[in-house]
């Protein structure tokens, strides 16, 4: 994803430009991942799609917020779903209570429903981590997940989940498989290509569909922007 390094934006502005902003340049970068993906799969729509990065901090979590954002904007019924169950951050994005979410499911303290929050955003609909288990890998990797998705899929066009990074644990590897697909986020100038790449293997071999790569906080002049349809 772009950034434009002539106007410093606030973290707020920064986490969910798609919804503040949705006319600016960084959103329409937003808007050509969401055509990408439409156009990923010919013979199936992609519907789950797991968004993670080879380290931490390296934006899978703001990306896939703005691009479930994105999604909804266009109509499709959007499921976010905060599988990163160590570090969570999707309540703090939507600003939204993580009392039951993705964990109570699991465990079946409660049901999807009851755990599945409405966010600001017309047609997308939050499901946080919930409570941080002692063991997010067993949960992850359980039928009971395997069950939840596929429940969900017949409720939502597209279903998003945030997992942690891939060569920090395994969590994003046990649920890669269930999902139609994965797309990866690097970092300029931080994410060394060595960890990309080892991250892409470790995805493969667990027998992901990998979608491709966003390429984030990526400097860029204004004047790039619209090079194409700008006077010369």
Not at 13 to 39: D, W
């Amino acid at each position: 994803m772009l950034r434009n390094g002539k106007k410093q934006q606030t973290s707020s502005t920064r986490s969910l430009i798609t919804k503040i902003e949705p006319q600016s340049p960084i959103s329409e970068q937003y808007r050509a991942i969401r055509t990408n993906l439409q156009f990923a799969s010919i013979d199936k729509q992609l519907r789950t799609i797991l968004i993670t990065s080879a380290n931490p901090s390296e934006g899978k979590s703001t990306t896939i917020a703005n691009l479930a954002i994105v999604l909804a904007q266009q109509g499709n019924r959007v499921l976010l779903v905060d599988a990163d169950l160590r570090k969570p951050s999707v309540h703090y994005t939507f600003r939204c209570q993580n009392t039951k979410g993705l964990t109570s499911v699991l465990t079946k303290q409660v049901t999807l429903d009851e755990a599945i929050t409405s966010s600001e955003v017309e047609n997308l609909t939050i499901l946080t981590s919930g409570p941080i288990p002692p063991n997010p890998s067993e949960l992850l990797g359980s039928k009971a997940m395997e069950l939840l998705l596929k429940s969900a899929d017949v409720a939502y066009d597209f279903i998003l989940l945030d997992t942690p990074p891939v060569l920090a644990v395994t969590d994003a590897q046990l649920v890669a498989n269930l999902c139609d697909g994965v797309i990866l986020v690097v970092s300029s100038g931080k994410t060394e290509v060595e960890q990309g790449v080892m991250a892409t293997e470790i995805l493969k071999r667990s027998k992901a569909k990998i979608l491709g790569a966003v390429l984030n906080q990526k400097d860029i002049k204004q004047s790039q922007y619209y090079y194409y349809y700008g006077e010369k």
